[in-house]
């Protein structure tokens, strides 16, 4: 049997089964990594390990990364414990082609990993120790679009970011206050340069992310716990950046398929882990074999030749564009659409979902004839041969286990720049207008509806995970299925619908609010009034 942890014991065996190996003194590379780290990066779940991890290896094997991998996880300790320490820090990538072929390789280009959290002294002072060394160049985030958020629905801070701010640098418990106390120690430590690199999945991901590190930093400084220097250096981006970028790569939980498969092939200890707090996570890691990083090139300590891994690394203009183009247009808002509406319809598969010729109809709509007219080329990546690439090729991958529950997690972070911006542009657009729109208000329809945890078929189901799912789902608690009452559907909406922080705009002023109340009353008709209703404004344009 193959093990991941002592991998080179088996050597043989993977060449027989034509897995790839590293082609770098993996001990080295990882000692190094302990002793002098250039590289950390926050998050360790599947998406680090089906992409970040690949591309530090690519360089390793090039001999343009000689320091491995820091990964630090500050939610869930699990992840660590048995993702990462069971198996030497060693991960392995299968790579799923719509062909069915899986490539395989072993990625060992992670030196080490932490839970980076105050309540575990020991991990958290090693990752101090590490941010007071002047060898560290940048750090990489993949810890999802919530945990930048700072505040709930009425603008004020949540009770986890205010304990933060009132207790200071020291024992900080939220991901944002953890990385603006380790930056305040890299002040201490001379003001050293670095750069922070979100690669999340959201536009203008860097300006949110120095956005939250500056407030939570004020707010210390208005408390007496930082001095205004630590300002100074958090806002001078020769000492301290905040690059943005452009990530994609489905990297879904891992697939009980693909662990077949695997141990067919001899390998071992390949159990799916299942932690406490809800991560999904293996030894292994299932992914597509399409992938983008677009990355502002700013970093003030130096970094590895990133570009031969294949970052796209260029300006933030750039880097916006191609952000704007697939975030609010060309993927994210056919996932969000395909996600809460297959969830509605009892999907569990994405792929299996691009089979529905309403469905397909409908991200058609949202992405070719909504999206696309307003969306800017941002020239290294053309928008609809993208669009192009994600409805003929990815969706619909069999071999990529992606489901719409999945997808549907912390739908109301994620709509106000799915569907937000695009809305947004047509507002000030002088050649569009806002009534033209009517699939994005669809999905939106479809995503209120979702709320209701009732599915099309009148049963009740589990909603995803979502910061504001409790209270959202208490503003709706005033309709039922068979509801037809407009003044009753419209006060349970209307302070849904109008709120900025959800959608980026009132979405009656701008003209939309009526509109989705009048979808949302028609999906309540009763059982299969969402195929219905689907069906009918799809049909009405051909399914095209």
């Given amino acids: 049997m193959i093990s991941i942890k002592n991998w080179q014991a088996s050597i043989e065996e993977l060449k027989e089964t034509k897995v790839e190996i590293p082609h ?63 198996f030497n820090n060693n991960i392995l990538e299968v790579v799923m082609s719509e062909d069915g072929t899986l490539d395989q390789r072993i990625l060992a280009a992670t030196a080490d990993s932490f839970y980076c959290n105050p309540s575990d002294a020991q991990s958290y002072e090693q990752v101090i120790r590490y941010f007071e060394n002047p060898t560290l160049q940048f750090t990489t985030f993949t810890i999802t679009e ?52 979100s690669t999340d999945n959201f536009s203008q991901n860097g300006q949110r992310f120095q956005d939250s590190i500056l407030t939570i930093a004020n707010a210390w400084l208005e408390k007496g716990h930082v001095e205004s220097g630590f300002i100074d250096y958090l806002s001078d981006s020769k000492k301290v950046s905040f690059p943005w970028s452009m990530i994609d790569r489905i990297t879904p939980n891992p697939s009980e398929r693909v662990k077949e498969i695997l141990e ?124 192009d690439e994600v409805i003929n090729k990815r969706l619909p991958n069999p071999n990529i286990p992606d489901a719409p529950q999945r997808i549907a997690s912390d739908t109301s972070q994620k709509v106000a720049i799915r569907f937000g911006e695009t809305i947004k542009k047509y507002v000030s657009a002088n050649d569009r207008e806002v009534a033209e729109l009517t699939f994005i208000p669809l999905a939106i329809a479809a995503w209120l509806r979702y709320l209701m945890a009732i599915d099309d078929e009148g049963n009740e189901f589990n909603p995803s995970p979502d910061p504001l799912l409790e209270e959202l789902q208490a503003q709706l608690a005033g309709i039922h299925l068979g509801e037809q009452n407009e003044a009753v559907i419209h006060q349970a909406v209307e302070a849904i619908l109008k709120n900025q922080l959800i959608f980026g705009s009132d979405l009656y002023q701008v003209g939309l609010g009526e509109k989705i109340e009048k979808l949302m009353k028609e999906m309540l008709v009763g059982t299969g009034a969402v195929r219905d209703t689907l069906h009918s404004y799809v049909s009405k344009v051909g399914g095209k």
């Avoid at 991901?175 to 603006?180: D, E, F, K, L, R």
């Avoid at 930056?183 to 201490?188: G, M, N």
């Fill in 24 to 86: 770098f003194n993996v001990e080295e590379l990882k000692d190094q990594g302990k002793k002098a780290p250039v590289w950390i990066h926050f998050g360790g779940g599947n998406l680090y390990r089906g992409f970040h991890a690949e591309l530090a290896q690519r360089l390793a094997n090039q001999n343009e990364l000689a320091s491995g991998v820091i990964v630090c996880e500050t939610f869930d300790n699990q992840v660590v414990e048995k993702a990462y320490h069971e």
């Fill in 146 to 197: 919530k945990g930048y958020g700072l505040t709930d629905t009425t603008g004020g801070f949540t009770g986890i970011i205010q304990s933060d701010i009132n207790n200071g640098p020291e024992k900080p418990t939220h991901t944002m206050s953890i990385v603006a106390g380790l930056l305040y120690k890299r002040y201490l430590a001379g003001e050293l340069p670095i750069a922070m690199v």
């Fill in 264 to 387: 067919k092939l001899g390998f071992s200890d390949m159990e799916i882990i299942h932690t406490d707090k809800g991560t999904n996570i293996a030894p292994f890691a299932n992914t597509e074999v399409v992938h983008y990083l677009v990355m502002e090139d700013q970093f003030p300590n130096g970094r590895p030749a990133l570009e031969k891994a294949g970052v796209i690394l260029t300006d933030r203009e750039t880097v916006d564009k191609a952000d704007v183009m697939k975030v609010t247009t060309c993927l994210n808002p056919l996932h969000t659409a395909l996600a809460v509406t297959g969830c509605l319809l009892g999907y569990t598969s994405i792929a299996a979902e691009m089979q529905d010729e309403d469905l397909v109809g409908l991200i058609k709509q949202i992405g070719y004839v909504e999206g696309l007219p307003v969306v800017e080329n941002p020239g290294i990546i053309d928008p609809k041969q993208f669009i």
